[in-house]
């Protein structure tokens, strides 16, 4: 009951980060499950790369749904835009260990 009381409290993909951050500062863990199911519900080859950048950010159990999004999309998320670049500069970590899963499964 409780669970659903908070997913049902206006989490959108727009607010879902000050969420995150006050499950991890508060140790909400079931608004932190709830963000989760949002966020990869909500994944598409638009906003992968930002999903897994918050999913490492705040230490999220998704993110290896996400690898595996960002894997079997890598085209259309890597050569059909550049902002991917950007986005994961000073994000050694995450950049090597999409490169270590791409490499794994060509």
């Known amino acids: ?8 409290r206006g989490i959108r993909l727009n ?8 499950a991890h500062l508060y140790q909400l863990d079931d608004l932190k499950v709830a963000c989760e199911r949002k966020l990869v519900y909500n994944l598409n080859n ?12 705040f230490k999220l159990v998704n993110i290896h749904a996400v690898f595996d ?3 079997h999309h890598a085209n259309d998320i890597f050569l059909r835009n550049n902002d991917w670049i ?3 500069k000073g994000h050694d970590n995450l950049m090597m260990a999409l490169i270590r899963c791409l490499a794994a499964n060509v």
């Open 69 to 71: 999004f960002i894997i």
């Open 1 to 8: 009951q409780r669970q659903m009381c908070i997913r049902d």
């Open 46 to 57: 638009e906003n992968a790369i930002d999903i897994l950048l918050l999913s490492d950010k």
């Open 15 to 22: 607010n879902i980060e000050d969420r995150l951050k006050l």
């Open 86 to 88: 950007e986005k994961l």
